[in-house]
C-alpha cells in the first residue's frame, strides 16, 4: 500500500492566489482528516469526513477554506483568495475507524 | 471533550540512557491513545496506540507506553536513547465517539551524544 498520498509537497502562491491540495486516502479506510500545523498553534483539526460526507467542520478557519471528498478515493482542499498567514504545512490523515491514523507527508503551502 | 497534556515541551536524554515523555489525557468517552513522532520536515509517524487492549502496549524503535486510568496518563518511555530519537514527539487522544484526533503541544526530544 502507498499509503496516504499528499500533492504536491511543496506549493509557493501569491497572496490573492487560488490553492488546491490534494489528498489520496488508503484505500479501505472510512475517515479522512485534514490538519494545520504551523509553529504558533501546532496541529489543528480543520475538517474531517465519514463516508465522503463531512462531519465536522467547525476548524475551518475562514469561508475562503473549503474541503470536499467527491469519492473514497479523492479529497481537496481549497483556499480561495491565498493570504500569508495560511502558510503552514497541511496534512491529510486517514483511519479505519480508530484502528490507525495514517498521515500523509504533507503539503508545504507558503503565501507570499 | 478530549484533550492532552504533553508536560515537557523539550527533554534533554544523553545517548544511552532512558527516555521518559510525559502525557496526561482528559476524555469523556472510552479513549483511543496513540503516541506519533515527527522528525525535521517529515510527516507524522505512528510510533503505537491504545485501544482498550493491554495497558502496556509496544510499539515501533523500542518505544513502549503504558495507559494508567487511574491516573489518566500514557507516559511513553525508551531503555536507551538513540541518535534518530531526536525528533518531536505528539501524545494524541481520540473519544471513540467521534474518531477525532486531539494533539498534545508536542515534546521536542534532543538526544546528546
Known amino acids: 500500500d502507498a499509503g496516504v498520498i499528499q500533492s504536491p509537497r511543496h506549493e509557493v502562491t501569491e497572496m490573492g492566489q487560488e490553492v488546491t491540495l490534494r489528498c489520496k486516502p488508503i484505500s479501505g479506510h472510512d475517515y479522512l482528516f485534514w490538519y494545520r500545523q504551523t509553529m504558533m498553534r501546532g496541529l489543528e483539526l480543520l475538517i474531517y469526513?465519514?463516508?465522503?460526507?463531512?462531519?465536522?467542520d467547525s476548524g475551518m478557519p475562514e469561508d475562503r477554506f473549503s474541503a470536499k471528498m467527491p469519492n473514497a478515493s479523492f479529497s481537496t482542499l481549497k483556499i480561495q483568495p491565498s493570504e500569508p498567514r495560511d502558510s503552514a504545512v497541511y496534512f491529510c490523515a486517514s483511519s479505519f475507524r480508530t484502528y490507525g491514523y495514517t498521515f500523509g507527508s504533507g503539503t508545504r503551502l507558503t503565501v507570499v | 471533550a478530549q484533550s492532552v497534556t504533553q508536560l515537557d515541551s523539550h527533554v534533554s536524554v544523553s545517548e544511552g540512557t532512558p527516555v521518559l515523555l510525559r502525557c496526561n489525557y482528559s476524555s469523556s468517552y472510552s479513549p483511543s491513545l496513540f503516541w506519533y513522532v515527527q522528525h525535521p520536515n517529515k510527516g507524522l509517524q505512528l510510533l503505537l496506540k491504545?485501544?482498550?487492549?493491554?495497558?502496556l502496549v509496544k510499539g515501533i524503535n523500542g518505544f513502549e507506553a503504558e495507559f494508567k486510568k487511574s491516573e489518566t496518563s500514557f507516559h511513553l518511555t525508551k531503555p536507551s536513547a538513540h541518535m534518530s530519537d531526536a525528533a518531536e514527539y505528539f501524545c494524541v487522544v481520540s473519544d471513540t465517539n467521534d474518531y477525532k484526533l486531539s494533539f498534545g503541544a508536542g515534546t521536542t526530544v534532543t538526544v546528546r551524544a
Open positions: 491504545y485501544t482498550s487492549a493491554a495497558t
Open positions: 469526513f465519514n463516508n465522503n460526507v463531512p462531519i465536522d
